[in-house]
């Protein structure tokens, strides 16, 4: 007979079941299974913590196995198991496929820096996972007109340096092209992550790669570049792989994010810079207010361009490499080294005249030594990489991406979301609805006040507003595409000396083609005004119709544009800028930003195509995810619980309510 021993415990966790030898492998594997079954319940369709935590200690008690750790008594259960179990499922994890990478890292609770493993969903892994036989070589239908949708006859898929070797080889697999994105995100008031995605742009599908927690990063001073970097090499040497792969090969084809996500990792300057404002031209920060519209053509602009060359040119100008060849020098430049927070790193607090290294010279991490803190550890001899440009030069540091094939900065996909409609159509939909407001026209003339005047004005704007949403709701390319804001308020609109419109991107979209309608019926009415402001008012509808005739060109099916599609969206831009600028509109570093976007679309295709529109949903379903998870088991909690987006019908799996943070 066996011997059964069976441990009580007076603690809030139910302890396993301990038998000799009567708990089989077989009774382990079924455990397991049970496991799985009961987190993917709680993760994915929203069975409560406080449930799974039951059903775990009542399965234990009757000599179930491999759910125990979940287990609190029902009466414990009820307050505490939702916590509990998203502590304790972090601690056995199903085989995810997952790489880890050592990166530096800084622990807040014990306030050091220590290198921590930080999970790596690689894109081979995603990829192999995800695409069929059928995907490709396609074979089916869908998947051939997704091709000649995407990429077919686009210059900047057909010149991609893979794809031109895939063809001089006689590859018989069609390349994929996929894309990368990246972009922060704030899951709480307080806590924020970025996240680093690839797309397989055909399908569609996008894939989680890694995620780090601004509280985790690095506070050397880098500003979290040494914790991302050997992530970001990790990345590159997989997406290297797939570039040379045997039978699935793919092509970085588009690098998406917005402007300060871009900037970050590419290590180059935001907009507010005084010398470097733009990353792709050499403007200047006064040249950027004032456009000179008359210079400007589809195919060129009166600024320098700063291409790929020149951003490979200015990190070799700006690294110096030396080769540390004994112990005593070793020492010597460790002595020297400090963290400094404005000089964005560790760096030397004195001039190394053996090595050449002036003072305030920056270590930088490379393949070799991912870990700037690992110098004074490393074997002599070995070379060490040092940032010697000057603290306001136009890069910060270099970027691993640009080791691969194609990638660079012709590379990145302007966002039409964030350059247009979170920017120029904001501005000119704010400053015509503030026009409107203290024109007068919406208000009765009884003498009130001018505070007075501009609320019944807004009252009155918003009752045609809320009519013209009426009328826009039979027509169904308005209910598919378009958003409604459920109320318009003074404070949303900023003022007309300083126009902001606070509003989502589609919603501003929606209220651009508002302003349209409105000054389009109340035309007449601007003749009771003063010349000045009747001329203003004509010019902020011409703008509104130039707006509107750009987001007409960019309706195209298909991302591969004509020349004279180009040339007309940027014929529509100039003649928006001409008529905003004479209605008093600020020109902004967003206005010089889409004159790139156009004039890359002859060899990048439809901006449309390739917007962070979903990107930027994908990021909410995250958000929503990482405020449900642990932050002792946070990373690899998040990599489990998006199994199912990685799948391609994701939005059926997961139920509505499955990630909030009151449940129970």
């Given at each position: 007979?066996?011997k059964?021993?069976?441990?009580?415990?007076n603690?809030a966790?139910f302890?396993?079941?301990v038998?000799d030898?009567?708990?089989?492998?077989?009774?382990?594997?079924?455990?397991?299974?049970?496991r799985?079954?009961l987190?993917?319940k709680?993760c994915?369709?929203?069975?409560s913590?406080?449930d799974?935590a039951?059903?775990?200690y009542?399965?234990t008690?009757a000599?179930?196995?491999?759910?125990?750790?979940?287990?609190?008594?029902?009466?414990?259960a009820?307050?505490?198991?939702?916590?509990?179990?998203?502590?304790?499922?972090g601690?056995?994890w199903p085989?995810?496929?997952?790489?880890?990478?050592?990166?530096?890292?800084?622990v807040?609770r014990?306030?050091?820096?220590s290198v921590?493993?930080?999970?790596?969903y690689?894109?081979?892994?995603a990829?192999?996972?995800?695409?069929t036989e059928?995907?490709?070589?396609?074979?089916?239908?869908?998947s051939r007109?997704?091709?000649?949708?995407?990429v077919?006859?686009?210059?900047?898929y057909d010149?991609?340096?893979?794809?031109?070797?895939?063809?001089?080889e006689?590859?018989?697999w069609?390349v994929?092209?996929v894309?990368l994105?990246?972009?922060?995100?704030?899951y709480?008031?307080?806590?924020s992550?970025?996240?680093f995605?690839v797309?397989?742009?055909?399908?569609?599908?996008k894939?989680?790669?890694?995620l780090?927690?601004?509280?985790?990063?690095?506070?050397?001073g880098?500003r979290?570049?040494?914790?991302?970097?050997?992530?970001?090499?990790?990345?590159?040497?997989?997406?290297?792989?797939?570039?040379?792969?045997?039978?699935?090969?793919?092509?970085?084809l588009?690098?998406?994010?917005?402007?300060?996500?871009?900037?970050?990792?590419?290590g180059?300057?935001y907009w507010?810079?005084?010398?470097?404002?733009?990353?792709?031209?050499?403007?200047?920060?006064?040249?950027?207010?004032?456009?000179?519209l008359?210079?400007?053509?589809?195919d060129?602009?009166?600024?320098?361009?700063?291409?790929?060359?020149?951003?490979?040119?200015?990190?070799?100008q700006?690294?110096k490499?030396?080769?540390i060849?004994?112990?005593?020098?070793?020492?010597?430049?460790f002595?020297?080294?400090?963290?400094?927070?404005?000089?964005r790193?560790r760096?030397?607090?004195?001039?190394?005249?053996?090595?050449g290294?002036?003072?305030?010279?920056?270590l930088?991490?490379?393949?070799t030594?991912?870990?700037v803190?690992?110098?004074?550890?490393?074997?002599?001899?070995?070379?060490?990489?040092?940032?010697?440009?000057?603290l306001?030069?136009?890069l910060?540091h270099?970027?691993?991406?640009?080791?691969?094939?194609?990638?660079?900065?012709?590379m990145?996909?302007?966002?039409?979301?964030?350059?247009?409609?979170l920017g120029?159509l904001?501005?000119?939909?704010?400053?015509?609805?503030?026009?409107c407001i203290?024109?007068?026209?919406w208000?009765?003339d009884?003498g009130?006040?001018?505070?007075?005047?501009?609320?019944?004005?807004?009252?009155?704007?918003?009752a045609?507003?809320?009519?013209?949403?009426?009328?826009?709701?039979?027509?169904?390319?308005?209910?598919?595409k378009?958003s409604?804001?459920?109320?318009?308020t003074?404070g949303?609109l900023g003022?007309?000396?300083?126009p902001?419109?606070?509003?989502?991107?589609a919603?501003?979209?929606?209220l651009?083609?508002?302003v349209?309608?409105?000054?389009?019926?109340?035309l007449?009415?601007f003749?009771?005004l003063?010349?000045e402001?009747k001329r203003?008012?004509?010019f902020?509808?011409?703008?509104a119709k130039?707006a509107?005739?750009?987001?007409?060109?960019f309706?195209?099916?298909h991302?591969?544009m004509?020349?004279?599609?180009?040339?007309?969206?940027?014929?529509?831009?100039?003649r928006?800028?001409?008529?905003?600028?004479?209605?008093?509109g600020?020109?902004?570093?967003?206005?010089?930003?889409?004159?790139?976007?156009?004039?890359?679309?002859?060899?990048?295709?439809n901006?449309?195509?390739y917007?962070?529109?979903?990107?930027?949903s994908?990021?909410?379903l995250?958000?929503?995810?990482?405020r449900?998870?642990?932050?002792r088991?946070?990373?690899?909690?998040?990599?489990?619980?998006c199994?199912?987006l990685?799948?391609?019908?994701?939005?059926?799996?997961?139920?509505p309510?499955?990630?909030d943070k009151?449940?129970?």
């Amino acid at each position: 007979m066996f011997k059964k021993a069976r441990v009580h415990s007076n603690s809030a966790a139910f302890d396993e079941t301990v038998e000799d030898g009567f708990i089989t492998d077989e009774k382990n594997k079924w455990g397991l299974e049970l496991r799985k079954f009961l987190l993917d319940k709680y993760c994915l369709e929203g069975l409560s913590g406080s449930d799974v935590a039951t059903l775990s200690y009542y399965i234990t008690q009757a000599g179930g196995a491999g759910v125990s750790d979940l287990a609190l008594r029902p009466e414990v259960a009820t307050k505490h198991g939702n916590e509990h179990v998203k502590l304790h499922a972090g601690k056995i994890w199903p085989d995810l496929d997952l790489a880890y990478v050592d990166c530096p890292m800084f622990v807040k609770r014990e306030s050091r820096r220590s290198v921590e493993q930080v999970p790596i969903y690689l894109p081979s892994t995603a990829f192999n996972q995800f695409l069929t036989e059928e995907m490709l070589n396609f074979s089916t239908h869908d998947s051939r007109a997704a091709f000649e949708k995407i990429v077919g006859g686009l210059d900047n898929y057909d010149n991609h340096p893979v794809v031109a070797g895939a063809r001089a080889e006689n590859f018989q697999w069609p390349v994929r092209p996929v894309a990368l994105y990246w972009d922060g995100v704030s899951y709480t008031n307080h806590d924020s992550f970025m996240g680093f995605y690839v797309t397989d742009i055909l399908s569609g599908q996008k894939f989680l790669s890694f995620l780090v927690r601004s509280d985790d990063m690095c506070k050397c001073g880098c500003r979290g570049w040494d914790t991302l970097y050997p992530l970001l090499l990790a990345w590159v040497k997989d997406l290297k792989y797939l570039e040379a792969g045997s039978k699935l090969r793919c092509a970085v084809l588009d690098i998406q994010g917005d402007w300060p996500a871009f900037l970050q990792i590419f290590g180059m300057r935001y907009w507010s810079h005084k010398t470097h404002p733009c990353p792709l031209c050499r403007i200047s920060q006064s040249e950027i207010q004032q456009l000179n519209l008359d210079a400007i053509t589809l195919d060129s602009i009166p600024y320098t361009a700063y291409s790929s060359n020149d951003y490979l040119n200015d990190v070799d100008q700006s690294v110096k490499v030396v080769e540390i060849t004994s112990g005593l020098v070793q020492k010597q430049i460790f002595r020297l080294l400090v963290c400094k927070e404005n000089r964005r790193g560790r760096v030397l607090s004195k001039p190394c005249a053996c090595l050449g290294l002036p003072q305030w010279a920056r270590l930088m991490p490379t393949p070799t030594m991912p870990d700037v803190a690992s110098f004074e550890f490393l074997t002599v001899p070995f070379k060490a990489s040092f940032w010697v440009s000057p603290l306001d030069f136009r890069l910060t540091h270099d970027c691993p991406l640009m080791e691969l094939k194609g990638v660079g900065l012709e590379m990145w996909s302007l966002d039409l979301m964030h350059g247009w409609h979170l920017g120029p159509l904001q501005l000119l939909v704010s400053l015509s609805l503030n026009f409107c407001i203290d024109s007068g026209l919406w208000a009765p003339d009884t003498g009130l006040d001018a505070a007075d005047s501009r609320k019944i004005s807004l009252l009155a704007i918003k009752a045609e507003l809320f009519n013209f949403y009426k009328i826009k709701r039979s027509d169904p390319d308005w209910v598919g595409k378009s958003s409604e804001v459920w109320n318009l308020t003074l404070g949303m609109l900023g003022s007309e000396d300083h126009p902001s419109l606070g509003a989502k991107a589609a919603e501003s979209h929606g209220l651009l083609e508002f302003v349209h309608w409105l000054f389009g019926i109340h035309l007449e009415r601007f003749d009771k005004l003063t010349p000045e402001k009747k001329r203003k008012g004509k010019f902020l509808l011409e703008a509104a119709k130039a707006a509107m005739g750009l987001d007409d060109v960019f309706q195209a099916e298909h991302r591969k544009m004509t020349r004279s599609q180009v040339q007309k969206a940027f014929n529509s831009y100039v003649r928006f800028l001409s008529f905003y600028a004479k209605a008093g509109g600020n020109i902004t570093p967003k206005c010089h930003f889409m004159l790139h976007l156009i004039q890359r679309s002859l060899f990048k295709g439809n901006p449309r195509l390739y917007t962070t529109y979903r990107d930027e949903s994908f990021n909410g379903l995250l958000a929503k995810i990482a405020r449900s998870c642990h932050r002792r088991t946070w990373m690899n909690a998040i990599h489990w619980k998006c199994r199912e987006l990685h799948s391609k019908h994701h939005q059926k799996v997961i139920k509505p309510n499955a990630f909030d943070k009151n449940r129970r």
